[in-house]
């Protein structure tokens, strides 16, 4: 089993950085591949970012590219996402999850997620 806990969202201007945490338990962490996804008011859930076990993949939505980056620290058991200029299109509750299997960027194939954290974007 894996718990997973997000953490580093705020308030923040555009143009401004934050970086998440992703925080987990488990022994089988370092065996899985973990996702960032975010969900704003009214829409869908979305993937932003996927980096796989080792050696590592990263994958991104095309929307973050060059503005995002993921990376993971097995000896702490933490996967981060940085995220610089950002944009108020990018609001929403921000989600880690633990992929089970399937295709990196669809919601079902994870099968452990966080909390979420809060992303806010002002213009």
């Known amino acids: 089993q894996v718990q997973l806990v997000e953490s580093g969202g705020g308030l923040v201007q555009a143009g401004g950085s934050l970086r998440l945490s992703c925080a987990a338990s488990g022994r089988t962490f370092s065996g899985r591949g973990i996702g960032w996804f975010r969900q704003a008011p009214g829409k869908e859930r979305e993937f932003v970012a996927y980096?796989?076990?080792?050696?590592?993949?990263?994958y991104y939505t095309d929307s973050v590219k060059g503005r995002f980056t993921i990376s993971r620290d097995n000896a702490k058991n933490t996967v981060y996402l940085q995220m610089n200029s950002l944009k108020p299109e990018d609001t929403a509750v921000y989600y880690c999850?633990?992929?089970?299997?399937?295709?990196?960027?669809?919601?079902?194939?994870?099968?452990?997620w966080g909390q979420g954290t809060q992303v806010t974007v002002s213009s």
């Open positions: 980096i796989s076990a080792s050696p590592t993949s990263t």
């Open positions: 999850a633990a992929k089970a299997g399937g295709l990196y960027y669809y919601t079902g194939g994870y099968d452990y």
